[in-house]
């Protein structure tokens, strides 16, 4: 089964092992050109940043990896970033969920993307 996360500017599917980065229509366009799908397993992903949208802004999930050089600058630099997604205020739930989603197929209790969601909860603290 796989999950898939619809944004602004492109779209995230959760498989097994990994989450693949797709953009689609005229924003995916417009931010990332001509790019191709993005997958990462999940074992890479070292960071997750999630900003929630707002009435008047958009939000977005940005997924960092053991050597990769993700944007850093809030919104503006996550809309040309192509490891973000944007999302409406409408998502906040479903990106929210994707943030702390749990590998179906993990044999650990607490997947990595719930470790990281607790990582980035204690650095905000």
């Known amino acids: 089964m796989t999950d898939f996360?619809?944004?602004h500017n492109g779209q995230v599917s959760l498989s097994a092992d990994s989450l693949t980065?797709?953009?689609q229509g005229f924003l995916g366009?417009?931010?990332q050109g001509l790019k191709g799908d993005k997958r990462i397993p999940y074992s890479s992903i070292t960071a997750v940043q999630f900003k929630k949208a707002g009435w008047l802004t958009n939000?977005?999930?940005?997924?960092?990896?053991?050597g990769g050089i993700e944007s850093r600058g809030g919104i503006r630099k996550a809309t040309r970033?192509?490891?973000?997604?944007?999302f409406r205020s409408s998502q906040n739930?479903?990106?929210?969920r994707l943030r702390s989603h749990e590998?179906?197929?993990?044999n650990d209790p607490k997947s990595s993307f719930?470790?990281?969601m607790v990582a980035d909860q204690l650095v905000e603290l």
Do not use: C, T, V, W
């Not at 739930?93 to 929210?96: E, N, P, R, T």
């Open 103 to 106: 590998s179906p197929h993990s």
């Open 81 to 86: 970033d192509e490891n973000s997604i944007m």
């Open 5 to 7: 996360f619809k944004g």
């Open 114 to 116: 719930e470790e990281l």
């Open 93 to 96: 739930k479903d990106f929210a």
């Open 29 to 31: 366009f417009i931010s």
């Open 59 to 66: 939000g977005y999930i940005q997924f960092s990896m053991l």
């Open 21 to 23: 980065i797709s953009r």
